[in-house]
């Protein structure tokens, strides 16, 4: 079954930058819509950004102009740039097909700490 991994999560002060990682695996992920999540300690896990097979993008409101969300089909991809980074951004993040069709991987930890 598909596998996700992400990765580039970790400990930032607030304004910084990170760039997380999503690779699948048993899957194409090139023909399928992505979704980067996030769930915070005692909040419901949400969908903080989405690309299309065809790059089209879509943000939440609580991100939009700070993420970026990419895609590189030759390294079966996708990419969440995480720049002008909050406190309130601390969460794990997590990746998946946009409806959630995947089992979930384990995450990666952002931090936005001073």
């Known amino acids: 079954q598909v596998q996700l991994v992400e990765s580039g999560g970790g400990l930032v002060e607030p304004g910084g930058s990170l760039r997380l990682s999503c690779a699948a695996s048993?899957?194409?992920?090139?023909?399928?819509?992505v979704g980067w999540y996030r769930q915070a300690i005692v909040k419901q896990r949400e969908l903080v950004a989405s690309?299309?097979?065809?790059?089209?993008?879509n943000y939440a409101d609580s991100v939009k102009g700070r993420f970026t969300i990419s895609r590189d089909n030759a390294r079966n991809t996708v990419y969440l740039q995480l720049n002008s980074l909050k406190p309130e951004d601390t969460a794990v993040y997590y990746c998946?097909?946009?409806?959630?069709?995947?089992?979930w991987g384990q995450g990666t930890q952002v931090t936005v700490s001073s």
């Open positions: 998946n097909h946009k409806l959630s069709l995947w089992p």
């Open positions: 690309i299309t097979s065809s790059r089209i993008t």
């Open positions: 048993r899957i194409i992920f090139s023909m399928y819509d």
